[in-house]
């Protein structure tokens, strides 16, 4: 609860099987990252077919991620300024889907020095590791980011999928015949 206000995320799974779309809601929880987002959508599908989690926070953005068998996964992100906001949104933004290389950081910077060889106090390091995590987030750029054509051989071409917004997760299940099927874990 921010400011007596909830934040309302709703993550879902949809496996594409010989019988259509199978689906399941997850708890997010238990998920640092992107490979242990794609091991969980792999357990969903035992026969490797195509897996898509389908993540929202309100009316703030949405991510699709999807994963085909053991290839990397694919992803796409409706809003990255707003997801880099969230807990679950910080999972998607990976360097490489922002276009940041991880090695780009001053060299210094990744050691961890309290700073007082250099004559520096305590606080001035705790001021500098104020500014060092607020200049990650002036990098992520607002609006989409990520692979637009995602779900385009499933239906959903770029353009279809850069004009949702609301309620993106129930009108990508609608392209995909599978409204009923998600409905079902909402």
């Not at 299940?173 to 409905?183: Q, Y």
């Amino acid at each position: 609860m921010t400011s007596g206000r909830v934040t309302v995320y709703f993550a879902a799974l949809l496996a594409r099987t010989e019988d259509g779309w199978e689906a399941s809601d997850t708890e997010l929880d238990d998920v640092e990252t992107l490979s242990d987002l794609a091991d969980l959508a792999r357990e969903a599908s035992p026969d490797e077919d195509t897996v898509l989690v389908l993540i929202e926070q309100e009316d703030a953005w949405f991510g699709v991620v999807r994963v085909d068998g053991e290839e990397d996964p694919r992803i796409y992100v409706s809003d990255a300024a707003a997801a880099a906001r969230s807990s679950y949104g910080e999972i998607l933004l990976t360097d490489e889907l922002l276009g940041r290389d991880p090695d780009d950081g001053d060299v210094l910077d990744a050691l961890d020095l309290d700073g007082t060889e250099d004559g520096e106090s305590d606080e001035d390091d705790d001021d500098a590791e104020e500014s060092a995590g607020t200049a990650g987030a002036a990098d992520v750029p607002h609006g989409p980011v990520g692979d637009a054509l995602i779900l385009d051989d499933l239906g959903v071409s770029e353009k279809e999928l850069r004009l949702m917004s609301r309620d993106a997760v129930t009108e990508i299940a609608e392209s995909l015949g599978a409204s009923e099927t998600l409905e079902t874990v909402r």
